[in-house]
């Protein structure tokens, strides 16, 4: 009985061990992890119609010890990220694109918000703003050509204005009742910064007037120099843009360092996507010899990006019958991989790119049976 129990004691010790290590797994805050993400690729840089950022959020706190990553949230993911036990699935398509009108066990994507919510498990997407980021989906895709430069093809624009306001309103006033007047009906209207300056003018000494405004303030101001047209002849309303991004936005526009034949171009991508086939439409008078040096490219579904952008060659997921016909009338050649399979890839990459970002403070898990629901049969 003694040497029964000698042996036992090893097997408790592993026990407690076992529980010190488990107990001592790093964390973070959802909030916080939120945070983190959108410094590592904002979500303004997402399109418009897109919907992003967290879906699905358990009753607070929430702590996240496993990130688990997915290229799409089907019903064998969700029950893999379970498994594995995610606390949240970053998607990188959103399974909940059109709204919900109710949540039951009818629809594949009301079990989903089902299932995270009764296992308290996070869904966060990014989608577009991905495709955008420099360090994104395109980015990657582009590394698959070989050595070039890239650019977007539609560059993002920052999600605020350099100055405060929409517009800017620019005039001179020669006398100092008139200034005075100009001050007065200013003050009245909100959302207005004023700057002035003196300067000569045509030989006279005027006090140049630079307002900022909205568009909502831009009509009360343009109303009141209105009513005072001698006093104000000369004034001038510019429309205020939104700076662009470097290095981010939808698609990429590479320019090899070398030309490469058509063959060479395929055999490449067909090896960085880990592919065995790919879809390749001709353009008029190309072969498979022809020379490539401009590719421009569109990670999922490419036709609203590419359409109309000279280049040798398309890369993208899909694009319709006509889109492709449209594309090869003009010479171009179009190689088409499947919407998911230009997207997936980058995922690894992901996962090393976040490990940095978050200092490896929480587990970063790729889905292992996430695929494209297409095969070549």
Not at 48 to 58: A, K, M, Q, R, T
Not at 291 to 304: D, N, R, T, Y
Request: charged share 20%; glycine share 6%.
């Amino acid at each position: 009985m003694l040497s029964s129990c000698v042996r036992l004691v090893p097997a408790t010790v592993r026990l407690v061990q076992s529980g010190i290590c488990s107990s001592s797994r790093s964390f973070m805050d959802l909030k916080v992890l939120l945070s983190s993400l959108n410094d590592f690729a904002s979500l303004s840089f997402a399109e418009s119609w897109d919907n992003v950022g967290l879906l699905v959020e358990p009753s607070p706190p929430h702590t996240v010890n496993i990130l688990f990553l997915t290229n799409d949230l089907t019903e064998e993911v969700m029950e893999e990220a379970l498994q594995k036990k995610a606390d949240l699935i970053l998607s990188y398509h959103p399974p909940i694109f059109r709204p919900l009108k109710r949540v039951t066990w009818k629809s594949w994507k009301e079990r989903l918000v089902i299932r995270a919510l009764e296992n308290r498990v996070g869904i966060y997407s990014p989608h577009t703003a991905y495709d955008a980021a420099p360090q994104g989906v395109n980015n990657w895709l582009a590394k698959g050509l070989g050595a070039c430069t890239s650019n977007p093809i539609h560059p993002s624009k920052a999600p605020s204005y350099p100055t405060e306001g929409t517009h800017r309103i620019e005039f001179s006033v020669k006398h100092t009742q008139d200034l005075e007047k100009v001050m007065s009906a200013v003050k009245g209207i909100g959302n207005v910064s004023v700057t002035s300056f003196s300067a000569r003018i045509d030989n006279e000494e005027q006090t140049y007037i630079s307002l900022n405004c909205t568009q909502k303030a831009l009509m009360q101001v343009v109303a009141f120099l209105s009513q005072n047209r001698q006093l104000y002849p000369k004034t001038e309303i510019l429309s205020l843009e939104k700076p662009l991004l470097l290095h981010t936005g939808m698609g990429r526009l590479c320019t090899l360092d070398e030309s490469v034949s058509l063959a060479t171009i395929t055999e490449r991508i067909k090896r960085h996507l880990k592919l065995s086939h790919l879809r390749l439409a001709l353009g008029v008078g190309s072969t498979l010899e022809s020379q490539i040096k401009v590719v421009a490219l569109c990670a999922g579904s490419g036709s609203s990006v590419l359409q109309g952008v000279e280049a040798d060659l398309y890369l993208t997921g899909e694009m319709s019958h006509h889109d492709v016909l449209d594309a090869t009338s003009q010479g171009i050649n179009v190689i088409l991989c499947e919407h998911s399979n230009t997207e997936r890839g980058f995922l690894s990459e992901l996962q090393d790119m976040l490990r940095a970002h978050l200092e490896n403070k929480i587990d970063i898990i790729l889905s292992e049976i996430d695929r494209d629901p297409l095969h070549v049969v």
